[in-house]
């Protein structure tokens, strides 16, 4: 399976813990980006990188997360001490870029990682 | 503030009818309107619109985008049980090189035989 790849699939954690998420994109995509969705809700969009520059963050991405991209490959979502509304499902998506300023591709997401914050 | 507006938010009907779900959209630097079907795990791509009244078609399904009005719709013709999921719309923005997607709420879609 050549698509988006994201571990665990489900955390459950204590309010307070710390989690680390990671995704791995489609090998070819530079592109790469994390959302939030929450019941009834569309994904939200978090952070977005570049290779391994994190050039946009959302409003939404509070203190206690942080997103890392190191060799512009896999990324890794951390949540520290995990609040009760941070329950929610985690996805990855990645694009490639195709010279130039072309965006004709769409983003492919990967299957999530579902966070539960007792 | 960027949003998407789609409707309806739920949908039941039976095996054979045709629906058509609506998607209205106000996003700064709008480039194109996308449509995924979310079951219980990724959404997974259906159409991107970027032009205004080219109709796309994938088997039964087909949507066509409104760049005037700022709308779009996804009809759904002859419905298997299959088809039942959620419906997402996103409107992509271009904001400093990133393809930011700013999504609807879904339109949860229910076939019944």
């Known amino acids: 399976d050549t698509g988006v790849s994201q571990n665990p699939r489900h955390k459950i954690t204590k309010r307070g813990q710390n989690v680390t998420f990671r995704c791995d994109p489609i090998s070819e995509h530079n592109r790469l980006y994390w959302y939030r969705q929450t019941l009834g809700q569309g994904p939200e969009f978090l952070t977005y990188?570049?290779?391994?520059?994190?050039?946009?963050k959302s409003r939404l991405l509070s203190d206690r997360f942080s997103a890392e991209r190191p060799k512009g490959s896999f990324s890794t979502l951390e949540i520290q001490r995990t609040e009760q509304g941070d329950s929610a499902m985690y996805l990855c998506a990645s694009s490639p870029r195709q010279g130039g300023s072309s965006y004709n591709s769409p983003l492919h997401f990967g299957n999530g990682t579902r966070l539960t914050v007792t | 503030e960027d949003k998407v507006v789609q409707s309806p938010l739920s949908l039941v009907v039976h095996e054979g009818d045709t629906v058509t779900l609506n998607c209205s959209y106000e996003?700064?630097?709008?480039?194109?309107l996308l449509w995924y079907k979310q079951e219980k795990k990724a959404p997974t791509f259906l159409f991107m619109l970027t032009s205004s009244g080219i109709e796309k078609k994938s088997g039964r399904l087909s949507s066509i985008l409104d760049k005037k009005e700022l709308f779009s719709i996804l009809n759904i013709t002859a419905t298997q049980t299959g088809d039942s999921a959620i419906y997402l719309c996103a409107a992509e923005a271009i904001i400093q090189g990133a393809q930011k997607l700013v999504f609807g709420q879904g339109t949860r879609l229910t076939i019944n035989p």
């Open positions: 996003v700064t630097n709008f480039r194109s």
């Open positions: 990188f570049q290779n391994e520059a994190q050039l946009e």
